[in-house]
């Protein structure tokens, strides 16, 4: 499995961008993908997550980004977007999509280790 990130970009305070996620590859029937952010000097964070399930696609959130940010999945199979809006300076970080093999229900994955296969990044900058 390949995952392509794209999108990223600088905007200022207050604006919007959406992230691409494009999986290719072979996956398994249920599957997760997250978005993960890491600032400089800083852990990798939990953004969040969606399921490709029988049971839907129950999207999930970090909590400093709640209500600001929204998971989608496209269309087409295996893309993902992450809409972004209200950015902060604060979210300024590399942004990375991860899919993750299997997603059980009632399950929710937030940890770096959670998930098989990693994109490359896109920065992103929030200017004040």
């Known amino acids: 499995v390949q995952l392509q990130a794209s999108g990223g970009g600088l905007v200022q305070a207050g604006g919007s961008l959406r992230l691409s996620c494009a999986a290719s590859?072979?996956?398994?029937?249920?599957?997760?993908v997250g978005w993960f952010r890491q600032a400089p000097g800083k852990e990798r964070e939990f953004v969040a997550a969606?399921?490709?399930?029988?049971?839907?696609?129950?999207?999930y959130y970090s909590e400093a980004i709640e209500g600001r940010f929204t998971i989608s999945r496209g269309n087409g199979k295996k893309t993902v977007f992450l809409q972004m809006g209200s950015l902060k300076p604060e979210d300024t970080a590399v942004y990375y999509c991860?899919?993750?093999?299997?997603?059980?229900?009632?399950?929710?994955?937030?940890?770096?280790?959670?998930?098989?296969?990693w994109g490359q990044g896109t920065q992103v900058t929030v200017s004040s």
């Open positions: 991860a899919l993750r093999l299997s997603a059980g229900k009632g399950l929710y994955y937030r940890g770096t280790a959670h998930y098989n296969y």
């Open positions: 590859g072979r996956t398994t029937s249920s599957y997760v």
């Open positions: 969606i399921n490709w399930s029988p049971w839907g696609d129950n999207p």
